[in-house]
């Protein structure tokens, strides 16, 4: 990757596999989600290389800066469809005591 123009290609990239990821989550299409989980830990890995190497003005930081806010609303919307059940119980951990919660998930005495 020697551009700014590839740079950005890959960044796109990203955005576009986060957001098919979301309407695969929407529909419940886990095994979807999970390939496009591969697609995306791969553009991130090849991104991460040249991360640092790329000098950026005012104008592309703010691109940046959109694309990588993109992906992390995708992110975390795909995290809230993917996880009802995780929030629920960490809600139920954060309102008890773990002791509390032990006795009556297990019937510990």
Aim: aromatic share 8%; glycine share 2%; no cysteine.
């Amino acid at each position: 990757m020697n551009s700014k123009a590839d740079y950005f290609a890959r960044y796109e990239a990203i955005a576009a596999v986060s957001q098919r990821m979301l309407a695969a989550a929407r529909r419940a299409l886990w095994a979807e989600l999970t390939d496009l989980q591969e697609e995306y830990r791969t553009l991130v890995d090849t991104l991460i290389e040249v991360d640092a190497g790329i000098s950026l003005d005012e104008n592309d930081r703010l691109r940046k800066y959109d694309l990588v806010r993109q992906i992390l609303a995708d992110d975390a919307a795909i995290r809230d469809l993917v996880n009802p059940s995780v929030a629920r119980l960490s809600a139920f951990f954060s309102a008890r005591r773990p002791v509390h919660v032990l006795k009556e998930l297990f019937g510990a005495r």
